[in-house]
């Protein structure tokens, strides 16, 4: 009797969570959303913010739930803030690497080693892995070719260490550092 008890108070508890987690995605992905319209529409005219909210809407609830299926951690200022920071220093290190290479291409004598380095990561969810090997791919210079439990097989155009410490701070630390907090 009072393991059904107990039991019932998890399974309640649980779904009252998973409830609360869900309500506040949508909150957030609804207001990310309409932030990210207002941006790119710069725009605040009756029509377009009303297309916007219906959007954003329907984009929420959707979201939401897939959100829950993926088993992410539920949203909260302080991820989504650090997720609009990583997209900055995302765009940043793309720009900084499409200089480098645009030159090696230019300058003839720019050295070109290329190779394939291992890096580690300390993160543990898949879609964090994912997330990082798609930012250290985007960036040019640089090409995830797999993920293998804790380490990523990484092309680079200029091997600068084959040392997999140094590797990781110089390829993936930047962007680990972010995807830790975000995905915690």
């Known amino acids: 009797m009072l393991t059904q008890k107990v039991t019932t108070i998890l399974i309640t508890g649980n779904m009252t969570s998973r409830k609360n987690h869900r309500a506040r995605n949508f909150l957030y992905l609804f207001i990310s959303l309409i932030i990210i319209w207002l941006a790119l529409t710069s725009s605040v005219q009756w ?4 297309a916007g909210i219906v959007i954003s809407l329907l984009l929420s609830f959707i979201l939401s739930k897939m959100y829950i299926k993926l088993g992410l951690p539920p949203l909260g200022i ?21 200089v480098d290479v645009a030159y090696r291409i230019i300058h003839p004598r720019m050295p070109i080693k290329p190779g394939i380095v291992v ?3 300390a993160l543990k969810q898949d879609i964090a892995k994912m997330i990082l090997a798609n930012s250290i791919t985007l960036t040019p210079g640089t090409f995830t070719l797999d993920i293998i439990g804790d380490t990523l097989l990484i092309h680079w155009i200029n091997v600068k260490t084959t040392d997999v410490d140094e590797a990781t701070k110089m390829i993936g630390e930047r962007f680990e550092k972010y995807l830790k907090i975000i995905f915690a």
């Open 47 to 50: 029509q377009e913010l009303a």
């Open 78 to 98: 302080k991820r989504i803030a650090v997720f609009f920071f990583y997209v900055g220093v995302l765009f940043k290190e793309i720009m900084q690497a499409n």
């Open 119 to 121: 890096i580690k990561t």
